[in-house]
C-alpha cells in the first residue's frame, strides 16, 4: 500500500477521537491551582506558627517536592497526572515527579547504577541549565549596573 502523506493524514486523522480540550483545561486549572493554594495555606500555617516567611516556603517547597516523589513512588503520582494532565506538572511537583520517574523504573538494576544514575537523567541538565542560565543573567545584571 503506498499512501502520499496527504492521504495517510486523512488515514490518521480518521483514526484520532478530538480531544476535549476545554475539560482538559479546566482540570489542570483547578488541581494545578489546589496544589498551589494548598501550597500557600501550609506557608500562612507555619508563619502564623511563627516562622519567617522565606523559611516557611522553603519548607513548603521541601514538603511538596516530598510528598510528589512519595505519590510518585507509590504509583499515585500518574494516576493524578492522567486525571488532572498540566495541573500536576506546572508546579513544583512535576519536577520532583519527573526526577522521580526514571529512577523508579531501573531500580531493578540495582540502586547505584540503575536509580541513581537515571535519577539525574531529568535532574542533570534542568540543574546545568539553570545554573548556566543564573551566571549569564548574573554578568548581565553585573554590566548593566556598571553603567
Not at 476545554?22 to 501550597?39: D, P, R, S, Y
Not at 519527573?98 to 537523567?121: N, Q, R, S
Amino acid at each position: 500500500m503506498d499512501l502520499s502523506n496527504e492521504e495517510y493524514g486523512k488515514l490518521v486523522d480518521s483514526y484520532q477521537t478530538p480531544s476535549p480540550i476545554l475539560k482538559n483545561c479546566l482540570w489542570a486549572f483547578f488541581v494545578g491551582g489546589g496544589i498551589c493554594t494548598a501550597a500557600q495555606l501550609l506557608v500562612h500555617a507555619f508563619q502564623a506558627a511563627g516562622v519567617d516567611k522565606d523559611t516557611a516556603s522553603t519548607v513548603v517547597s521541601v514538603i511538596l517536592v516530598f510528598a510528589a516523589a512519595l505519590l510518585t513512588g507509590l504509583g499515585v503520582f500518574d494516576s493524578i497526572a492522567r486525571f488532572a494532565g498540566a495541573g500536576t506538572l506546572v508546579p513544583i511537583t512535576g519536577f520532583a515527579n519527573a526526577v522521580a520517574a526514571p529512577a523508579l523504573e531501573f531500580k531493578t538494576e540495582g540502586y547505584v547504577t540503575g536509580m541513581a544514575v537515571k535519577l539525574f537523567t531529568v535532574a542533570g541538565p534542568v540543574i546545568v541549565y539553570g545554573i548556566s542560565a543564573s551566571v549569564i543573567y548574573g554578568i548581565i545584571y553585573w554590566i548593566t549596573t556598571l553603567f
